[in-house]
């Protein structure tokens, strides 16, 4: 099962990355939540995913999944919807502000 | 007496706070701001006195035994480095006023700036991986609010760039401490570093090792991954390029200074050597881009590039010497890096462009500035006896030593066009007929600003000059990273 | 001694405060006395039974950078060269520079040169000897640029910077290398263990990062372009530095190292091929100049050119003749340089072609004009002292020690040729000097002042250098015990018998040699209008000037190319760059180390559920790629959100499931506000290529991450340090829920931290939207 969620968060990643790639912002923001999707996956999967009870300490169970990775995975969450937040309204001034959302067209030139 | 450790980073932070809630009131905010900027120096001064007389101070938060609880480890290097950037801190705190609108002050600039220092200072003193990546992600977004601040069109399209490539790198990190943390079951520093020792850094660990150098490598600007670095960098204000310019790529080195002295040090002959072709690219291409333009404030951001290629270079010769040029060198560039922001900031303002081909004879008005804008360039360029020098002839030596003529050379080069990218600044924007002050109404801001960064700049010279006050400091953490064990020990007690 | 050394350090930081004064006295009176002081106090060391003297003085010793002086005859030659020199132009220029220019600025880099000289000539230590000696080149450079608002003096500045500086690092290289080698900074030290040196694997290119240090400072010939530019300087800089002092710090170089190198046949043949081409090509061109300072760079080039030939022949003649020379160019250059400038001074011009018949108006200038330039051109006569020198070199250039075979054997036979070659220039260029400033016809109509002779404080530095011509030419071995021979001792390595110099040697082919030159140099002085098409098309497209000008262009342009080429702004280019490099690199670690491994042996089964999220997640995550629609597309992405959920309550993880789900619920919300308010999305105009590299590119990086994912979790080498949060979390944190008590209690920092990371981004988010409005309202 590991495997397959690896190669799952790895799809992920390549469809984020792909989106990433694009040069509309929406497109480039939808990549990044992917890549965060696909990063909290990888990190549930490196703990060990052998179906344990949830790590609520319950009495007579002896084997509980991995809790630290959840916990990791936690704080990673909450941090990636801070970012982007901050992106999305970002991006809306940004694309606001200089009329247009295409990344192609917010190369600036008028550095020499 | 080791709860010390936690001080750089709480001091800030109780700052940052405070300051959010009278972020209205701005003359107040400006001098609360300075006063506890000064007070979190002396602070931060009197804890590195303590570690460099007393040894590491290790604080195990919350009382949790290492490595299962979050561990800060106030080692030498990590306390000269969080000293520096107090320093840096205190000149730009000084400039800040000058530079900015009242708005903009009022706009949490006060707070965002302390957040930067305590994600700064907190990155330097984590011992533990996750936690140096919620440190980096408190920086990041400080930088965030930073470099958006003020709301400029170049700026916002810049700001985008930074964002996605800096949240891209995130993403890469913590993933790639899960795989580490599946190989080796933890995520404490000196612990992997123990557990990877055990292994012989086998099988996939060089893999991730090399992921952990690409996260950090695109945050110090490391070839061929920096490409995001020189425009977003100088589009907001000059104090927040130069506090970005100071610490923001010098966390980056130190991570892969730490990690790779530390925990991935046993395949040197692939990593490092890796280390040592990307320090010899990223030089080259960092000066080229310094020379290929007439924006002053993009040359300097372009010197950033081969600063990074120096300091790499260092890690990659992975010798005591070269590994004391490179803590020489990133004190050293820390500092002159604030100084070169400040000071371009200050020139872009009082001539209105920071076009150099709009510029001339500047001298005439401004005598001080364009003297201490021809030092710092010295300072960059590594002309002895400043501080550039001491780092780059241990770095040299250390490059010769083992024989790495190839990268010498190249080193060699770098520093002579450094210098003249740099000097082109001073010939094409401060020598030449004597002109009409540009605009006469900046005269007196723009010599206010000439004094942070002069201050800053007298650090930067005695660094050079008095090289022997700082270099037995500077040798002794070189000593220590070579030798993780200590590190291990610190923090692992068995 | 390290007094001596830093007095002009620390007179230059008083400079700024003295100039407020300078309206009653001329700053460089106060200048003046800091040379002479330091005159003084080295001319005690003068004399038959001289020793070489070391004081040491500690500065970094931890990086092994001392102050550690060494004077010894050599030094003592160029120290004395540097404070003698020094205190007559420092007098000379107080007549020289109008109190309304910038004294302030003048003076304080005059010091800083003259401080930096002594310390190259005097270190013992290498560092210490680099730090002065990349000193000498700033301090030339702001002395050129000195006039800066003129563009002729920025451009000979940075010139003379970068060739200086580029020979400088250059030199560091080789000054590291050596000191790696033998373990020591010292050059004594060095010198003691030069086998080490001689023998190692690398001597070759030590010798030529040293020798290109030598040869850029020296305006050795490629090199020497930076010198006719530096003539931009005011003229007691050029006397100075340009002449007699900095550009000789190469030939201390060569002749400080050359007990060491001259065991290397390659230091002969590298040596004495640039001095003696040099030689030739310096007194070439300076015929061709029109410019007295033109003709006077030239001459100093090809000056410079003899001597580094007679270092690089390495007989104890041309050795003597060599340190002998460096004397006498000083006396009779710095002179003439003076002279330059009291011509300009009082004629406006240094145009060769406006000036002649001068004599009638300066006599006593054009007197001390014809001995100097007499004495340069080598002339026969015994009170001259510049035959002498030449004479030696003659002599040398005929007896010479090394092999006869291959290269150096040619090089060998031909350098005599090329030595009388080069001197008749010498002589045609010194007559052409003397005769085209001060005879033939003047044309008073066309220089700007009417010429009258200069004050007579301005002369009285040439007349004391002249002075210095004639008593040498005429008591040679007055300085020769006491002076000259103690510095080629330093030189030779060991002490030369008495080596008297005499006038008449008799008929022997040195005196030949020299009368060729004189018969051959004045047919083509007198028949100068015959040959002037020659020296105006030759060298044309050889100059070097050209080349460092379409370097330095060059290098602006093919930088900003390159730059350009990556640098463009684009944002999916540079995330295009960067993954490629991961991708590449990882995977080369990957399969160097044989990193990947898949084991199953240590996995969760596979079950039905778990297997149609997946399925829906992979469709839903495609599927944002592939729509046009942007309501669609977010929505989607919220499918993948909330399969995620789904997972994390399959795999037992309810915190994350219920955050993950509120998460999710107000990003998709937000997307929704945001865009609302963005252009809708459109077709993918990209060509195929784009399409496919992009999928090339997000395909490589999915696989290395699964794959990387795939060995991390095949090769878990140890227990995860999670078995103490379950033992623990109840016994000490006292909760049952472990990941909350790891979030809240173990690894509370995180959380702080985290909760300040959203903080600033609420912050961040206001101040974005904020200070749009305090805009718009405005």
């Known amino acids: 099962m590991e495997i397959i969620m690896a190669v799952l968060a790895g799809i992920l990643f390549t469809t984020g990355v792909y989106n990433l790639l694009q040069k509309q912002l929406l497109r480039i923001i939808i990549g990044t939540g992917l890549i965060s999707h696909g990063a909290h996956l990888f990190i549930l999967t490196m703990g060990e995913l052998k179906t344990g009870a949830p790590p609520v300490l319950t009495e007579g169970i002896e084997n509980y999944t991995d809790p630290l990775p959840q916990a990791l995975i936690l704080t990673s969450i909450v941090i990636s919807f801070g970012v982007t937040s901050l992106l999305l309204v970002l991006a809306y001034r940004a694309a606001k502000v200089n009329g247009t959302d295409n990344m192609e067209q917010l190369r600036g030139n008028d550095y020499e | 007496m080791s709860n010390l450790a936690v ?102 600039f006060y707070s965002f700036f302390f957040l930067l220092i305590s994600g700064v200072s907190g ?29 400029g069109k ?57 992921l952990f150098f690409f996260v950090f490598a695109t945050k110090a600007a490391v070839f061929p991954l920096y490409y995001w670095l020189p425009r977003p960098y100088i589009s907001p204000n000059p104090v927040v390029s130069a506090l970005f310019g100071a610490l923001l790529t010098k966390v980056g080195i130190y991570s892969i200074l730490r990690t790779f002295s530390l925990i991935f040090n046993h395949e040197v002959g692939l990593t490092h050597t890796l280390f040592i072709y990307l320090a010899a690219f990223t030089m080259i291409f960092g000066v080229v881009g310094a020379i290929s333009t007439n924006n002053i404030k993009l040359i300097v951001a372009y010197n950033i590039i081969p600063a990074v290629g120096f300091m790499l270079m260092g890690i990659g010769i992975f010798t005591e010497v070269s590994i004391s040029g490179t803590v020489y060198y990133l004190v050293h560039d820390m500092v002159i890096k604030g100084v070169l922001f400040l000071l371009v900031g200050a020139t872009a303002y009082v001539a ?143 | 001694m390290l007094v001596a050394v830093l007095l002009p350090f620390i007179i230059a930081i008083f400079i700024p405060f003295l100039s407020k004064w300078k309206d009653k006295v001329h700053t460089g009176f106060f200048v003046t006395i800091v040379p002479v002081l330091v005159f003084i106090y080295f001319v005690r060391f003068l004399g038959t039974g001289f020793e070489p003297v070391i004081h040491e003085y500690s500065w970094i010793p931890s990086l092994d950078i001392n102050m550690v002086f060494h004077l010894d005859g050599l030094s003592l030659l160029f120290v004395l060269l540097i404070s003698g020199i020094g205190s007559l132009v420092a007098f000379y220029s107080i007549f020289y520079l109008h109190k309304s220019e910038q004294l302030g600025h003048f003076y304080v880099y005059f010091l800083i040169f003259m401080g930096s000289m002594l310390g190259v000539v005097l270190s013992d230590n290498v560092f210490a000897l680099y730090s002065f000696w990349e000193f000498t080149s700033l301090s030339s450079f702001l002395l050129i640029g000195f006039w800066n608002y003129k563009k002729e003096s920025r451009y000979g500045a940075l010139k003379s910077m970068l060739i200086t500086v580029f020979g400088g690092l250059s030199l560091l290289g080789a000054l590291i290398f050596m000191s790696i080698l033998t373990n020591t900074t010292s050059i004594q030290g060095m010198i003691d263990q030069q086998q080490l040196i001689l023998n190692s694997e690398f001597f070759p ?10 040869f850029t400072k020296s305006a050795q010939f490629p090199f020497h372009i930076w010198l006719p530019d530096a003539m931009e300087a005011p003229t007691p800089v050029s006397a100075y530095l340009h002449s007699a002092t900095m550009v000789k710090a190469g030939i201390y170089l060569v002749a400080r190292y050359s007990p060491m190198l ?242 008449w040697h008799g008929f022997i082919p040195p005196f030949i040699m020299s009368i060729t030159v004189v018969v051959f140099g004045s047919i083509l002085a007198l028949s100068r209008k015959v040959w002037a098409p020659v020296y105006r098309f030759v060298p044309g497209v050889l100059s070097m000037n050209k080349v460092y000008d379409g370097t330095v262009d060059r290098m602006e342009r093919y930088s900003k190319n390159i730059t350009k080429g990556y640098m463009n702004g684009s944002l999916g280019r540079y995330v295009r760059l960067i993954l490629a490099a991961i991708i590449v690199i990882s995977f080369a670690f990957m399969a160097i180390t044989g990193g990947f491994t898949i084991d199953t042996s240590n996995v969760a089964e596979i079950t039905t559920p778990e297997i149609l999220v997946a399925i829906m997640m992979v469709i839903a995550a495609v599927g944002t790629a592939i729509t046009n629609n942007r309501i669609a597309a977010i929505l989607i992405l919220g499918v993948v959100g909330y399969g995620l959920s789904m997972l994390f309550v399959l795999y037992r993880a309810p915190d994350l499931a219920l955050t993950q789900l509120i998460v999710e619920t107000v990003t998709v919300a937000l997307f929704l506000l945001v865009f609302y308010h ?60 472990i990941v909350n008590v790891i979030l809240v209690d173990f690894r509370g920092l995180d959380t702080l931290f985290e909760i300040v990371v959203l903080g600033i981004a609420a912050m961040a988010i206001f101040g974005l939207i904020r200070l749009r409005k305090n805009k718009e309202e405005e």
């Open chain 2, 7 to 108: 001080l750089p980073i709480l001091m800030p932070l109780i700052a940052g706070i405070l300051v959010a809630f009278i972020h209205k009131k701005t003359t107040l905010v400006r001098n609360i701001s300075k006063g506890l900027a000064i007070i979190n120096l002396v602070i931060v001064g009197l804890v590195f006195m303590q570690v460099r007389d007393q040894g590491s101070i290790v604080l195990e938060m919350g009382s949790w035994e290492a490595p299962f609880g979050i561990v800060l480890v106030g080692d030498l290097l990590a306390m000269t480095l969080v000293l520096t950037t107090n320093i840096i801190a205190v000149a730009c705190v000084f400039f800040a006023p000058q530079s900015l609108s009242e708005k903009e002050e009022s706009y949490y």
């Open chain 2, 123 to 151: 990155a330097f003193l984590t011992g533990d991986l996750f936690n140096l990546f919620v440190f980096f992600e408190v920086l990041l977004m400080a930088s965030y609010g930073l470099i958006v601040l003020g709301n």
């Open chain 2, 154 to 210: 170049a700026q916002l399209r810049e700001s985008i760039k930074y964002v996605l490539i800096n949240l891209f790198s995130s993403m890469l990190f913590v993933t790639t401490i899960a795989f580490l943390y599946s190989v080796v079951g933890t995520v404490n520093m000196a612990q992997a570093a123990q557990r990877v020792q055990e292994v012989e850094q086998q099988g996939i660990l060089t893999t991730i090792a090399i």
């Open chain 2, 352 to 494: 209105g462009t920071s076009d150099l081909r709009k510029m001339g004879g500047l001298i005439h008005h401004y005598p001080v500035l364009g003297w201490l804008l021809f030092i710092a360039s010295l300072v960059l360029a590594g002309i002895p006896p400043f501080s550039g020098f001491m780092g780059k002839l241990q770095l040299l030596r250390g490059g010769l030593g083992e024989e790495e003529i190839f990268i010498v050379i190249i080193g060699l080069v770098s520093s002579l066009l450094i210098l003249f990218s740099m000097i082109r600044i001073f010939i094409r924007g401060f020598w030449g007929e004597k002109m009409d002050i540009p605009i006469p109404e900046r005269k007196k801001t723009g010599n206010l600003m000439v004094l942070p960064a002069a201050g800053l700049l007298t650090v930067s010279v005695l660094l050079g000059v008095g090289a022997e006050w700082f270099f037995p400091t500077i040798e002794s953490i070189s000593q220590y990273l070579m030798d993780p064990e200590i590190y291990i020990d610190s923090v692992i007690k068995e």
């Open chain 3, 205 to 214: 290119l030590i010798l030529i990062l040293l020798l290109l240090g030598a």
């Open chain 3, 262 to 503: 001259s065991a290397n046949e390659w230091f002969f043949i590298i040596v004495s091929l640039a001095g003696i081409v040099t030689l030739c090509w310096g007194s070439y061109m300076a015929v061709r100049q029109i410019d007295l300072k033109g003709i006077l760079a030239f001459s100093t080039i090809s000056q410079l050119g003899m001597i580094m030939a007679m270092l690089g022949f390495g007989t104890k003649v041309a050795i003597f003749g060599a340190v002998f020379h460096i004397l006498n160019h000083a006396t009779f250059k710095g002179s003439l340089f003076m002279i330059a400038g009291i011509v300009d001074h009082e004629a406006g011009t240094r145009d060769i072609r406006k000036l002649g018949g001068l004599m009638t108006f300066m006599p006593m200038t054009a007197t001390l004009a014809i001995i100097a330039s007499f004495s340069m051109a080598g002339l026969p006569l015994p009170f001259l002292n510049g035959f002498y020198s030449k004479e030696m070199f003659f002599e040398s250039s005929l007896h010479l020690e090394a092999a006869s075979t291959g290269f150096a054997g040619f090089l060998q036979a031909s350098i005599p040729y090329l030595a009388v070659f080069g001197s008749i220039f010498t002589f045609v260029y010194s007559m052409y000097f003397f005769f085209g400033t001060f005879r033939g016809k003047s044309h008073l109509e066309e220089l700007p002042k009417k010429p009258h002779e200069a004050p007579i404080g301005m002369l009285i530095s040439p007349i004391i250098l002249v002075a210095g011509v004639i008593i040498i030419g005429l008591f040679p071995s007055l300085i020769n015990e006491p002076f000259i021979a103690h510095a080629a001792e330093s030189v030779k390595g060991a002490v030369l018998e008495e080596k008297h110099i005499y006038f």
């Open chain 3, 678 to 737: 963005l252009p809708k999305l459109r077709k993918k105009e990209e060509p195929v290529s784009t399409k496919i590299l992009n999928l090339v590119i997000s395909v490589g990086f999915g696989v290395l991450m699964t794959m990387v994912a795939i060995s991390s979790h095949s090769s878990k080498f140890f227990d995860s340090i999670s078995e103490y949060f379950v033992d623990n979390s109840y016994k000490l944190g006292g909760g049952d829920n």
